[in-house]
């Protein structure tokens, strides 16, 4: 068994303001990186610029992460932040800003490195990162991974280093403005985090003590999912917690086949990350539970459903249904077979070609 996150993690109401000093340790030229707008509109930016404000903390921000960050992007940044000479980089958004400070990181910390460098391992260091998830599903706040979209390979990927934010900042009230199809989508990513993590072939009792928390958290929140209204700062509170949890199961363990199978999925149908994971989740227990019914069964009971049509007909209604043609569904399945199958070393069982198919079969709806 293993057990390792280096970062200092605060889960607490106005946790940016109660910690500023924080601000002060980790260098004295901060590199800003966020999303193009949500920073801006929930507070987390300006809870930060006014930090560095009245530390007189000299900073520059980049605002132009996309969804699903990609190489360029991350070389754009890094190109502002060593003219800027920044000496720390501080995430603030979703999971495509939190990884791609990381990335970032390593680059402005190794001027002669290109976006090459982020396909290959080198001897190489990142600049301090600190991080303001404003989601509550990635979890990257407390991983050590950067996934970022490679545009030539029409794909997405995690980048070779493992680059973990010293500190993490969260803070359930920068989650109440955002739409409820944000808050769900990123909190079945928080779900996918928990149940690939518990099942995964590297799971053991300390990953399972963060995942099956996850499971129960979720669990508690799940029907309020479904629920028309605004977020209370209380529930807001319990998601970020269960992403930041879910993080650290995934930190342990990493993903397992339902985010495989996601990525060329996001490439080709720019589904949001969460909601093109999830769409697999149901298949991929009813193949697992082929060889342990009872651990999936546990799974599910930490979530509060006595068995799987159940969790499926649950999943399904708040995702709605994810139509794809026949072609692009055998696209999706023979591409995944022809390059990822280094993936299935995640899964704990032999899968065959066929059982994988079946899994891209029934999770979409056919046109
Ligand atoms: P995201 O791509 O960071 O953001 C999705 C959308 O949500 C953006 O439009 C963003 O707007 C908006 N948004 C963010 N916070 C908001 C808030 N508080 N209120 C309103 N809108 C808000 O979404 P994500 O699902 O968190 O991150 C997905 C990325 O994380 C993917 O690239 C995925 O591969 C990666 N990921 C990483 C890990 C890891 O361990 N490192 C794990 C899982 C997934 P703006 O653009 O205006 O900010
Ligand atoms: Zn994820």
Partial sequence: MQFYIPTKVFIEDDCVASHKDIFKTYGKRAFIVTGRHSSKINGSLDDVTTILDEYAIPYEIFSDVEENPSVETVEKAAEQGKAFQADFVIGIGGGSPLDAAKAIALLIN????????????????????????????????????????????????????????????????????????IVVSTSIDALCHSLESYLHAKADSYNRMFSSYGLRLWG?????????????????????????????????????????????????????????????????????????????????????????????????????????????????????????SSKLGTYPYEISPDAIREIFRTSFTLA
């Avoid at 090459?116 to 599903?137: N, Q, S, Y």
């Avoid at 979530?303 to 999943?315: C, K, Q, T």
């Fill in 110 to 181: 190794n001027p002669e490195e290109t976006g090459e460098a982020l396909t290959v391992l080198k001897d190489i260091k990142a600049l301090p990162v600190l991080a303001v998830p404003t989601t509550c599903g990635t979890g990257s706040e407390v991983t050590g991974v950067s996934v970022l979209t490679y545009h030539k390979k029409q794909t997405k990927g995690s980048i070779p280093y493992r680059i973990y934010p010293e500190i993490a900042l969260v803070d359930g009230k920068y989650l109440l403005s955002a739409k409820k199809s």
């Fill in 220 to 340: 508690e929140i799940k029907d309020l999912l479904h629920s028309p209204g605004p977020l209370d700062l209380a529930t807001a509170q319990k998601l970020m917690m269960v992403s930041t949890v879910a993080g650290m199961a995934i930190a342990h363990t990493g993903t397992s086949l339902p985010h495989a199978m996601s990525y060329r999925v996001t490439y080709k149908l720019g589904l949001a990350h969460g909601k093109a994971c999830g769409l697999f989740l149901a298949a991929y227990l009813r193949e697992y539970a082929k060889n342990d019914p009872d651990l999936v069964n546990e799974a599910l009971s930490f979530l509060g459903f006595d068995d799987l049509d159940l969790f499926d007909a649950f999943i399904r209604s708040l995702m709605g249904p994810i139509t794809v043609s026949e072609e692009d569904l055998t696209s999706f399945a023979d591409t995944f077979l022809a390059n990822d």
